[in-house]
């Protein structure tokens, strides 16, 4: 038996000695003879590459096929893909383009795009049809991702030989079939995709193939504006409508507030500590649009004194920006979504979530970019906001998942796909909705409220550069699995002491931190039987009365279950009612 992982991981897509779990695969690969189509459904990092191109290598060495084919999700993985497979003897050419109809002479075969064989899917056909093809499709999901693409990529790889089907999260947020994967009813009769090898990152985890990685969570208070004029404030973190969260998580990002400055901060002062072990280590700050890329890049220029990469994806040399980053002792690098997927720099150890998306799959892709391991007690790290989505996310990385067809709603599947997408919905909101929630960001700050690892939670609320904060900024870079919940239980033990003697010190100081839940919870109710009593002095109505027509009005449940949120805007409603 191989050991699942060797003290030093050979480079991407070069190791001379297979895994345990690409054993595996390839055995049960050889299983069935003559088998066309494989998935493989391996965590992000686990090395996916090698395992293809040795199938390749072997299939070539048994004579099964004359031709290779490998389609990619981008053109910068064209490359990746071609100088892989060089290092194991097969020559791809990733710049063959729709106008050639057949590859050179000298290649095994091509490196292609979806979107390429979606233009003009008779070109790869006839390349298909012209020798017995073995076609790897890379990240196969991208396959559905318009219905003109699946139907392309049936037409152009149905007369293969061999299919091998890869992916690091083989599942979809909507219900277009992936091509070539066959689905197969559940035990209550909906069709889920069906693999044929899965390797995840709990098995990973534990085979010291992947890195384990802490989610570093940050709350905050954050006001703005609406169209009306009217100044919002909510905490981020706390118990608010999906609406609400949404702007105050929207508000959380923007670059001239405090909250992203304090985030940058904390995550730059993580990567130094990591950096004391791990002296190449990178971080990458995924952004929502391209403004704020340059925006976070200045700040973390005035932190740093280093220009971080920027890369764009309409930046024509994007692909050679990532490249320059990987090999070089650079700190961070900025993107738009360029390297959510696909893109290895196997130095990044720190993460910072600065975007909007939340769906799983693409949540999946970014932390793929952080878990890869070039040596065993390499960990990584992650900020993201304390938002409600994404804590589910973090606090379920290690959930294995299928594509699911029949899905009755959304959010059947527990995903809540449709929180964010409903809440960043503008055009088709409704024109109160859009007029109540238009906004301007006007103040944002930031504290950090737990760690999660494993799907459990460490850690308090704490001010940026307290002690408190640093008990978590400060945990080594290098940790073996089995190790960080013990850490972890340490370190919110010291915490609490630490807290506990400053506040002995300085019980006067003023804090930031929003009050507790259950105290904010019990004046709000406080403040709404009050005046729930003054209304029904002057109608007469029965108070039970009136809390039912508040009820019936502003929704949720009875006031001892209601949220903060739930509660005031009763508390408004009535205050606009009760004549003074």
Request: charged share 25%.
């Amino acid at each position: 038996m191989l050991s699942p992982s060797f003290p030093q991981r050979a480079p991407w897509g070069t190791a001379d000695r297979l895994r345990a779990w690409q054993q595996e695969a390839l055995e049960e690969y050889f299983r069935v003879e003559a088998r066309r189509d494989f998935l493989v459904a391996a965590t992000p990092g686990a090395g996916k590459t090698t395992f293809a191109l040795t199938l390749a290598v072997e299939l070539l060495r048994t004579n099964e096929i004359d031709r290779i084919i490998v389609v990619a999700p981008t053109e910068h993985l064209k490359t990746q893909w071609a100088d892989a497979a060089a290092r194991v003897h097969i020559r791809l050419d990733p710049r063959f383009r729709n106008s050639h109809w057949a590859p050179a002479r000298q290649y095994h075969g091509v490196v292609v795009t979806y979107a390429q064989v979606a233009a003009k899917s008779s070109v790869h056909r006839h390349l298909t049809q012209d020798a017995r093809t073995l076609v790897i499709l890379d990240e196969v999901h991208h396959g559905g991702d318009a219905l003109s693409w699946g139907d392309a990529i049936r037409d152009a790889y149905g007369p293969a030989k061999r299919r091998l089907l890869l992916s690091g999260t083989p599942f979809r947020s909507d219900t277009a079939p992936i091509p070539f994967v066959d689905y197969l009813p559940d035990e209550s009769g909906a069709r889920v995709s069906s693999t044929d090898y899965a390797y995840g990152y709990g098995r990973a985890l534990q085979d010291g193939v992947v890195r384990p990685v802490l989610f570093h969570m940050y709350a905050g208070k954050m006001r703005w504006r609406t169209s009306a004029g009217d100044e919002l404030e909510a905490h981020l973190g706390q118990d608010n409508t999906k609406d609400v969260t949404s702007q105050a998580w929207r508000t959380a990002l923007d670059p001239e507030g405090e909250w992203m400055p304090a985030v940058l901060s904390a995550a730059d002062r993580r990567l130094t500590e990591i950096r004391h072990h791990v002296p190449d280590a990178g971080g990458l700050v995924l952004a929502t649009d391209q403004t704020v890329a340059r925006a976070y890049a200045k700040i973390l220029h005035s932190l740093t004194g280093q220009r971080p990469t920027v890369v764009l994806s309409d930046d024509a040399t994007a692909s050679e920006r990532i490249e320059k980053f990987s090999g070089s002792n650079d700190r961070w690098m900025v993107a738009v979504r360029m390297v959510s997927e696909g893109v290895d720099v196997p130095r990044l150890a720190v993460g910072v979530y600065a975007t909007s998306s939340s769906t799983p799959l693409f949540f999946a892709q970014a932390i793929g970019r952080f878990v890869r391991a070039r040596r065993r007690g390499e960990a990584a790290s992650v900020f993201l906001p304390n938002v409600p989505v994404l804590m589910k996310l973090a606090n379920e990385l290690e959930r294995q998942r299928d594509h699911a067809l029949d899905r009755q709603s959304k959010d059947e599947d527990g995903l809540e796909d449709s929180l964010l997408e409903d809440a960043n919905r503008e055009d088709d909101a409704s024109d109160a909705l859009t007029q109540e929630f238009s906004y301007q960001a006007i103040s944002s700050l930031a504290h950090f409220d737990r760690v999660v690892f494993d799907g459990k939670e460490f850690g308090q609320l704490a001010e940026p550069g307290t002690p408190e904060e640093e008990e978590f900024i400060g945990i080594p870079g290098l940790l073996e699995p089995e190790h960080v919940h013990e850490l972890l239980m340490q370190r919110q033990s010291r915490q609490s002491r630490l807290r506990e003697a400053r506040e002995a010190v300085t019980p006067a100081q003023t804090t930031t931190l929003p009050e507790p839940l259950h105290r904010t919870l019990r004046e709000q109710r406080q403040l709404l039987n009050s005046l729930v009593g003054v209304y029904a002095r002057q109608t007469g109505d029965p108070h039970g009365a009136v809390h039912a027509e508040l009820r019936r009005l502003c929704g949720g449940p009875a006031v001892a279950q209601a949220t903060v949120t739930q509660l005031q805007s009763r508390i408004d409603l009535l205050r606009r009612r009760v004549r003074s």
